[in-house]
């Protein structure tokens, strides 16, 4: 009989060890432990022993049952343990695989030409001041030389919000509070958005970019905004860029020119873009006019100054052969991030 339990604990202790997963060892238990297990057959077989023999024979039954549970269970314990390191393995994240990267903007031409022009100008001295893009009518132009039914209003297109209160149409009023706020020398730019009614067409936009240039100082000559504005037209488009005069108009200064550059598309030789004249006109500029010193504070007795208003939306269309300005306002990403 115990031959008999000792094979049995064997045959158990082999099937328990071989099992692969803890479902078939659960299957396994049900086996060897249920009602057709063979320690269950030996119990029932007891009855055919001598009665004095039966109480031994049980504990030894009883104990081997015992040996069969505690070999179950600590089997149960390693395929549980072995299975969990199998998930993990499974479920280990790589911290260092590449992930899918997020899309890159880029920043607008108009703002990038407007950041190489305040480089620019900065080198040269210049200080950044800004003004509201909600203006009164007198610093727009009461300030400069510009009184109320004077002609050179009408060619503003100005956007009124009251009868004092405009969209500003040029960056010049900041010049009029510069002028009023600080004392010479002055050495200002001033970048901004401003607003005239006009239809958007390939050229045209009613919301728009200036940078206003105002440089006051004793003994400032039409040579040195000459001289300061080829500096600015080499460093923004390198070498044997040159800039011409031509004699113009505006109330603000006296004498005014208007100002061309040599043609960056073609460097100077005539193409579609400068209409073969070699020359494209990139802004407006003079020597400050008596009358607005006078009316913002400044002696023209000592001081003299220039002054210039630059378009952004122009710079940034000859910088990067845009030839439309539409383009800049529709928001295509497409063509906003291929200037990056
Ligand atoms: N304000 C002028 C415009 O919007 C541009 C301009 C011309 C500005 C001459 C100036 C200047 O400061 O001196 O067309």
Redo the contacts with the bound molecule.
């Keep these: 009989m115990r031959e008999t339990i000792h094979q049995i604990l064997e045959e158990a202790r082999g099937a328990i060890g071989e099992v692969k997963s803890a479902a078939d060892l659960e299957a396994l238990r049900v086996q060897l432990q249920g009602k057709k297990g063979s320690l269950t057959a030996l119990l029932r077989g007891m009855g055919r022993l001598p009665a004095e023999e039966r109480p031994a024979f049980g504990a030894l039954i009883n104990s081997a049952r015992e040996t069969i549970a505690e070999m179950i269970e600590l089997r149960g314990m390693a395929l549980r343990k072995a299975e969990r390191v199998l998930r993990l393995e499974a479920e280990r994240l790589d911290v260092t695989e590449p992930r899918p990267q997020p899309a890159l903007g880029a920043a607008h031409p108009i703002s990038m030409v407007l950041g190489d022009m305040v480089d620019i100008f900065v080198g040269l001295g210049f200080e950044v001041v800004e003004g509201p893009e909600v203006e009164l009518d007198t610093y727009s132009f009461e300030l400069l030389n510009l009184p109320k039914n004077h002609p050179a209003r009408d060619a503003q297109d100005t956007f009124y919000i009251e009868d004092n209160i405009v969209l500003r149409?040029?960056t010049?009023p900041v010049?009029a509070r510069t002028m009023l706020s600080r004392k010479p020398p002055i050495r200002v730019i001033c970048p901004g958005r401003c607003f005239r009614a006009d239809e958007a067409d390939a050229t045209h936009s009613p919301n728009f970019h200036?940078i206003?240039?105002?440089l006051i100082d004793k003994n400032i000559t039409m040579a040195d905004l000459k001289g300061t504005l080829d500096a600015f037209a080499r460093g923004l488009y390198g070498e044997g860029i040159a800039t011409r005069f031509r004699p113009s108009f505006?109330p603000?200064?006296e004498p005014?020119a208007e100002v061309d550059m040599t043609c960056v598309a073609c460097r100077g030789k005539g193409c579609r873009v400068c209409k073969g004249t070699g020359w494209i006109e990139v802004l407006?500029?003079?020597m400050v006019n008596p009358k607005v010193f006078e009316l913002c504070g400044v002696d023209a007795s000592v001081y003299t100054g220039f002054?210039?208003?630059i378009g952004l939306e122009r710079t940034a269309m000859m910088k990067y052969g845009i030839n439309d300005m539409r383009a800049l306002y529709e928001g295509d990403l497409r063509f906003l991030t291929q200037f990056r």
Aim: one cysteine or more; a negative charge; aromatic letters at 16%.
């Design positions: 149409p040029h010049s010049q200036q206003e240039g105002l505006f603000f200064t005014s407006g500029c003079g002054a210039f208003g």
